[in-house]
């Protein structure tokens, strides 16, 4: 951990060119290192006892150097494994914008060209929806997603390597979800060629596979969705960007330019502003979030407590749960409504880019399903548990101010005199939903205010439960009301993280 990443390199260089197994029997490894190399060989027994599909690829999360990729390949050498697809996952802005150079710097490295050789110079290449847009916004974080898919599919060109998008989206919008259709459309020309590997959020399972016929018609979106992404250039209609005419594309300047005003709006306020931190803990239920028991993985991937230490499902559900819904939509507005105040022949060239561009219509669409789900009427109550009056009507009203924005631009931008005009029946399914939610959204607030005043959440375990004071046995009946409501929420909404 205290290497630079030149010396890892060169430590771990000399580790692949080494035909000796480093592991022997006696030698004493720490806790962390026979756990990870632990589970190496089970993957080899795995895929020696059923087969290859067992486990069929080793994602690497947070991918950050070539360094991470080669210690990967290194525990793969020890435990005899020549041929498990190293999947590196890129999921900040940050990191998607340098991608690129680290896999071309792994494509020419002597140690991973012999690795991809075992591979059938396929590479599968993990992008994170959810880091990235808690990164950097959700518009940011579409755009970077967009150029670093084209980056890719030209470096696997230049290399001849296949390269396989994995796209760890699904669930909330914030978390890279909405109608797959639409979404692999949106995919830029000449990146997906046939090949598309797509995750699927746990609580979308039983909606979009629970029933045969469903299942079947989820099926043939996913398949319409990648043939049709996958026609040759030369046959592509109108509605479709050519991926060699890119550059010289005013749609390309207009997104740098609403991305970069989107980034520094969303940046302001989620991490710049020190107080933001105190209104987010107090305005959603993300600190009891924690006692519920679901996931896979903790709420915070450090012991921190600040914003950046948290995961993007809890950021993501906590905000779902205030129906903020905050995620996936903040700092668009703003971005969208200083372009086209700057010139006014600019809502006529947004409104063209939704006509005629995929990749901008599938985003105003989610845009526009998503803002039908914030109910700011609500959301307002949750903010009535922020204790500090001055923070709380601050940051509440430049929020209040946010939603409007952004509802009445990308109403002017698609047409329409409400949200969801040009999508009748999902208009109607989310006004029929919504008001079945908001009794328990009433609830949830009027419970946690209770609980905070007690102290916060409780769990005790049989015993301790029944030796538990008057007072501890109310906190431990308020938490479980809270934990119900927060379900309640999620299965009405249709979301959690």
Known sequence: LTL???????????????????????????????????????????REEFGKQAVTCYIISMSHTLSDLLEVQFFCKEAGITDLPI?????????????TSILEHAFIHPNYCTYLENCQRQQQVMLGYSDSSKDGGILTSSWELYQTQLRLAELGRNYQIGITLFHGRGGAIGRGGGPIYEAILGQPPGTVNGRLRITEQGEMLSFKYGQYEIAIRNMELVVAGVVQS????????????HPRALEAWPWIAAMERLSASAHARYRRL???????????????????????????????????????????????????????????????????????????????????????????????????????KADMHIAQNYAQLVDDEDLRLRISQEIQEEYERTRRMVISIVGGKELLDTSPVLQHSIRRRNPYVDPLSYFQVALLRRLRALGG??????????????????????????????NGIAAGLRNTG
């Not at 035909?19 to 089970?42: C, E, Q």
């Not at 519920?292 to 993985?297: H, K, V």
């Not at 959440?457 to 538990?468: C, H, K, S």
Request: aromatic fraction near 10%; charge should be negative.
């Open 4 to 46: 630079t990443e030149p010396e890892r390199l060169q430590v771990l260089e000399h580790l692949l060119r080494d035909p000796r197994i480093l592991t022997r029997p006696g030698l004493h490894l720490s806790k962390d290192t026979a756990h990870i190399l632990n589970t190496f060989r089970a993957i080899r027994q795995a």
């Open 87 to 99: 999947v590196p996952l890129f999921e900040t802005i940050d990191d998607l914008q340098g991608c």
């Open 230 to 241: 996958s026609i040759p250039d030369d046959i592509i209609t109108e509605s479709h960007i």
């Open 270 to 372: 989620i991490y710049e502003d020190p107080t933001f931190l105190k209104f987010f803990e107090q305005a959603t239920p993300i600190l009891e979030l924690g006692w519920l028991n679901i996931g896979s993985r903790p709420a915070r991937r450090t012991k921190g407590r600040g914003i950046e230490e948290l995961r993007a499902i809890p950021w993501v559900f906590s905000w779902m749960q205030s129906r903020y819904v905050l995620p996936s939509w903040y700092g668009v507005g703003g971005a969208l409504e200083e372009y086209i105040s700057e010139d006014a022949g600019r809502l006529t060239q947004l409104q063209h880019m939704y006509q005629h561009w995929p990749f901008w219509r599938a985003f105003l669409d989610n845009l526009q399903m998503t803002l039908s």
């Open 457 to 486: 959440p409780l769990m005790l375990d049989g015993n301790a439960e029944q030796e538990a004071s008057p007072e501890e046995q109310e906190r431990l009946r308020l938490t479980y009301a809270v934990l119900l409501t927060i």
